[in-house]
């Protein structure tokens, strides 16, 4: 009889490495430590952090890294946000500032988030992901929603999941503009702040002053404008960020 078959694997990805120099820069940035280093007569990097290791091998020659599609990486962790509060620290500690904007970068991070991307210099991304995530997404909105509402499920999951908020500011700005007038007042809020909080993501901020007059002309009771802040704080959160 052949041996059994354990389940005690370990993967470790290989990803594609467009500069050792900005690579080993970037990352030891972050506080990853060199496990291994070869440049020839191939290259040849293991870096390690916390309790994972990732590996960096010469790239395929037509290896673009502005595309960001070099390879991935997905890290599953119990608790992401102390995952992006470290990066974060270790980034204004080396940068002077959060590298949020162009690459490498990280992408932010909201309050009961469940992910955020490191993007490397070669244009990998690296994916933090809360275990408890849920496994599958309704892209579309959730079916149990309807408009204005499910507009605002499926601006969270463009925004948190697909890190493209300019997609989900021009389909938030469109969706209140058809469902305002039948919209329950804690939703226009919260797509009030929501807008105020992709806008100051992309440093887009015309329409700020305007939403932010609407929101508070509208009535709601104090349970609901708290829930409506939230956006707003973490605009504000955002504003110290990117300082």
Known sequence: MGAMVRANETTVPVLPCASAEETLEFYGALGFEVAFRQTRPYLYLALEWSGFTLHFATPPQNIDPDREDAGGCLVLVDEVAPYHAEFTRAMRAAYGKVLAKGRPRITRFRPGA?????????GNSIIFIQR????TLEYGGSPGLTGLAKALDHVRILSEFKNDDRTALKLLTTALRKHEATAEPVDVARALATLVELATALEDTG????WLRRLAALDLTDAERDRALQGLRTAE???RWFS
Do not use: M, Y
């Open 114 to 122: 469940s992910r955020f991307t490191l993007v490397d210099p070669s």
């Open 132 to 135: 408890d995530e849920p496994s």
């Open 207 to 210: 329409g700020v002053d305007a």
């Open 237 to 239: 959160d955002l504003r």
